[in-house]
């Protein structure tokens, strides 16, 4: 049976038809056991049965993008708290990113929504947060539209680079975690940013996400954003006991070599306890291995950007 499900797939990819598999890949049949049987090469990539229909990534100075809620805000948090002055921008309509660092999502009254839709200027819409040195542009479910409404406006790939203006200026970084999906959302946070930071989860696969996602940075690369950079690759939910997540490891750093960052972040469960708290990792359990791991991350990326 496993076998049949293999060659299906196989020839499924092989005749392009990605999306195909990656529908099939939400259900819920043997996995797991299939992952252990085949692995796909296609174009260059090495494609796990066990796709994720998550793509992770995040960007960076003057403006990082994140498909990483818990990347983008531990880390913006430790930047600040290194005495950076940091901003950090949720587009991601699930607003996590928001109320991960304790802003009631349901009662913020100007949001990142009105700023692409309706221009208002971004200081109008900046909070402060309970960690010094660390702004907020919040967002929430509102801009699930925006995607849509985006379509019918003019620069509508340019909205966020303009919103941003020179108030970049004023921080040293800027943070922006994005929605899964590669829509005009995360269109407009590449051409706006000057890095990207790609998270990888060691759990599963997630090249298939970075496939499509490479694609998209060369497209707004050539034709918005030529100096769109690849900060970084980052190991993410790393499991010391699990042989995937080595084996993830070591074939991220095969592909991308010194572009992965030195630090891992284990798979902790301090971090995923911290958002309910509203709380980033390091006003939850600075003690934690994950808060440790997120302080040298922060650590790595200003080095990186050779502060
Ligand atoms: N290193 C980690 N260890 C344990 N749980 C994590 C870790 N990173 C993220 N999580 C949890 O995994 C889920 C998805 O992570 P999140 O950062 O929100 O990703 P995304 O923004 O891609 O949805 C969340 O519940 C989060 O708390
Ligand atoms: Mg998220």
Known sequence: MARRIVDLLKSKVQNSQIELLESLSYSDIFWDQ????????????????????????????????SHNTTTAVNSAAYLASHRRKTLLIDIDPQ???????????????????EVLIAHRPIERVLLPTQIRNLDLIPSNIQLSGAQIELVNLESRETLLKKALGNIKEKYDYVIVDCPPSLGLLTINTLIASDEVIIPMQCEYYPLEGLGQLLNTIGL???????????????????????????????????????????????RNVRLAEAPSFGKPILLYDRHCAGAKAYKRLAREIMLKSKE
């Open 95 to 113: 607003g996590n990113a928001t109320s991960g660092v304790g802003i009631d999502k349901n009662r913020v009254e100007h949001s990142i929504y």
């Open 220 to 266: 707004v690369q050539r034709n918005y954003n030529p100096s769109l950079k690849l900060a970084g690759v980052l190991l993410t939910m790393f499991d010391t006991r699990t042989n995937l997540s080595h084996q993830v490891a070591r074939e991220v750093q095969e592909y991308f070599g010194d572009r992965v960052y030195k630090t891992v972040i284990p």
């Open 34 to 65: 299939i992952a252990k049987i085949e692995r796909i090469r296609y174009k260059g990539y090495v494609y796990d049965l066990t796709i994720s229909p998550d793509h992770n990534f995040v960007c960076g100075r003057g403006a990082f993008i």
